[in-house]
Every structure is written in C-alpha cells, then in structure tokens.
C-alpha cells in the first residue's frame, strides 16, 4: 500500500522568511514523488517532482525538495516566501496518491 | 507544455438532473485520464482511471452507476453525474498522462465546480 503523511494543515509565514513544508511517503515499490501547488478554484500546477538520480530536486517558483529515502520524507523549501505563494501545497506518491494538503499562509 | 482543459468551469443545477464534465487534453494524446474528486479543504480522492477505449476502473466507494465515464478519443474524456444530489456537490478535476511518460506525470485540468441545488 502506499501513502501520503502531510503533517502540516495549515502553515502562516512572513514575507521573505524561509519556508518548509513537510511530507513523508510510505511505499512498497520504487516511487516517484512530486509537489503540485493549487490556487483557489483552480487545479493542480506541478512544481517539481523527483523521479531519479540527484536528491535535490529544483522546480519552479524558487521551490525545491529534498528526497531522504532513510527517511521516507520529500520535504518542500523556499528560502524567501512572498505574498504570491499562498496556496495549497499537495505532496503526491506515484503520480495519484496525494496527501491531505497544507495551506500556506503568507502574512505581510 | 502540456495542456489540458474541462468544460464547464462551473455548473449549477438542479437536484434529479444529469451533469456532463468533459476533459480535453488540447496538444497531446491522453493515454491514460484520471477524474478526482476535491471535497472543501480536503485533497483529491481520486474517482476512476480511464483508458481510451476501454471501461473506466473506479476506486473503491464509487458508484460506477452514478458517475458514469466515457474515453471515447485519445483527447476526450467526459464524466457525468448521473440524476445528481446536494451531496454530489465538490469540486471535480481531471488530468492525463501521455504515452510518451514514463514517469506517472500528469497533467491536470482547471477544475468543475458542482453545485446541485
């Protein structure tokens, strides 16, 4: 079975502070891991996923992720947040598995 | 990039009466489309996966009856919500992979918002 853990509901930050969204997996096979943050009334926009190879994984916006297999984590990070981030944030397992989601707040 | 779209943005309706969704995938083939389904506050649930050509696979829970989906092209999908209710109201969202990926990437629509009355 395969699962996704966001521990965070909901995470308020101040402009410019760094941010660090958490998300832990748990899977049986080999998986591949992606961010997709939503707007209100939107859907899904892919901000960058892991499939392979380096574990620091780069992706749009300033957003990057760190895969830890030890750890089962892929932790999503921004060293300065601006009033333009705050979304939702799903982390997600193979494509189709997501988590709860977290809601970013970024307060002026 | 890959895009893909869903009409109507947003429906009202009546309850007892039938609601089509579709889903286009507007600059590749769809090998494979997936229709979720987003309660308030709450992540995707993902509804079915369908393949063109071929009956849809639902999830577990969900009444193939009562929401009925047709892959008819490699860039149609649609859903319909068969002689729908209040509590079928939500946030219905789309999305597709291509034949080419192999890495279970999709590619998602802009959403349908559903409220029967």
């Known amino acids: 079975a395969q699962s996704v853990t966001q521990l965070d509901s909901q995470v308020p930050v101040f402009e410019e502070a760094p941010v660090e969204l958490r998300c832990n997996y748990s899977s049986s096979v080999s998986v591949y891991l992606f961010w997709y943050v939503q707007y209100p009334n939107q859907g899904l926009q892919l901000l960058l996923k892991?499939?392979?190879?380096?574990?620091l994984v780069k992706g749009i916006n300033g957003f990057e992720a760190e895969f830890n297999k030890s750890q089962t984590s892929f932790h999503l990070r921004k060293p300065s947040v601006h009033i333009s981030d705050t979304a939702e944030y799903f982390c997600a397992v193979n494509g189709y598995i997501f988590g709860t989601g977290t809601r970013l707040k970024v307060l002026a | 990039g890959a895009v893909v779209s869903q009409h109507p943005s947003r429906v009202i309706c009546k309850s007892g009466t039938s609601v089509k969704i579709e889903c286009r995938s507007l600059?590749?083939?769809?090998?494979?489309m997936f229709w979720y389904r987003q309660f308030p506050k709450q992540s995707l649930m993902l509804m079915a996966t369908?393949?063109?050509?071929?009956?849809?696979?639902?999830e577990q829970g969900v009444e193939k009856d009562k929401f009925l989906i047709n892959h008819a092209s490699l860039t149609l999908s649609t859903l319909t919500v068969a002689s729908a209710h209040p509590e079928d109201s939500s946030f219905y969202i789309c999305?597709?992979?291509?034949?080419?990926?192999?890495?279970?990437?999709?590619?998602f629509g802009p959403g349908t918002r559903l409220t029967v009355l």
């Open positions: 600059d590749f083939q769809a090998t494979t």
């Open positions: 369908s393949n063109e050509g071929s009956k849809a696979t639902y």
């Open positions: 892991y499939l392979s190879g380096s574990t």
């Open positions: 999305s597709a992979t291509e034949r080419s990926l192999g890495d279970n990437e999709q590619f």
